[in-house]
């Protein structure tokens, strides 16, 4: 999974918690990205970075929140406010947000919401 | 909008077989397009991409793909399967006029049997 840190693996919530999804990368890589995966689906982008101290909206950014203090950290909170979180959440970054530029991912965390 | 499509949920070979994973894909400008594998309860590996020139890209793991611009495809493939390709496969596209972000085909399953 090539440098890049995601954690806790599993993850238990209750209906109305915040949780923050860890996000860690020591590739040097400008770009930051948060994807979810639900079953028989492809990925959907939540919230991505081109560089530190700025991110922007992927397609399903509703009840969802980010940050990018350090380049190498990439956080997401998942809000109550989130209709249905239940979902492996992958995290992957790129040396630049060009368009020529693969993506390398992180080993996914699962939210599960009791 | 650009737009990636998997037509196959699964394919089933028999090891030692050449295998096929289909992708179509529709952009409004000229397409980059990306394979990504992925195991169980992890996150996606890199396979190849195809940005321009040759129409046939060698990938990682002995893959390759075929990029058809007529037919708007970007075939995976593999002269002899193995058990180990048993995987989850995804097809990708990024095109300049959607702001350089991925989209992701519905991923199809590949079962490759002894």
């Known amino acids: 999974d090539g440098g890049i840190t995601q954690s806790p693996k599993y993850l238990f919530r209750k209906e109305g918690q915040n949780v923050t999804l860890s996000c860690e990368q020591n590739l040097n890589h400008d770009a930051m990205y948060w994807y979810r995966q639900d079953p028989g689906q492809g990925l959907r982008l939540i919230y991505y970075?081109?560089?530190?101290?700025?991110?922007q909206k992927g397609d399903i950014a509703e009840g969802y929140s980010v940050s990018r203090e350090k380049k190498e950290s990439f956080p997401l909170t998942v809000t109550s406010a989130q209709k249905n979180p239940t979902a492996f959440y992958l995290c992957?970054?790129?040396?630049?947000?060009?368009?020529?530029?693969?993506?390398?991912f992180g080993p996914g965390t699962r939210l599960t919401v009791l | 909008a650009q737009s990636v499509a998997q037509p196959e949920d699964q394919v089933n070979v028999a090891e030692g077989n050449p295998l096929t994973v289909k992708c179509t894909y529709s952009?409004?400008?000229?397409?980059?397009l990306f394979w990504y594998v992925q195991y169980p309860n992890r996150g996606l590996q890199f396979l190849l991409k195809?940005?321009?020139?040759?129409?046939l890209v060698k990938g990682s793991y002995g893959f390759e793909a075929e990029f058809n611009k007529s037919q708007t495809s970007f075939h995976l493939k593999k002269p002899s399967a193995l058990v180990s390709d048993s995987a989850l496969y995804f097809c990708a596209v990024r095109d300049r006029n959607a702001g350089n972000m991925l989209t992701f085909g519905g991923g199809t399953r590949l079962m490759v049997k002894p």
């Open positions: 970075s081109q560089i530190v101290n700025d991110f």
């Open positions: 952009v409004s400008g000229n397409p980059y």
């Open positions: 992957a970054s790129s040396t630049g947000a060009g368009i020529y530029n693969e993506q390398f």
């Open positions: 195809y940005i321009t020139g040759d129409n």
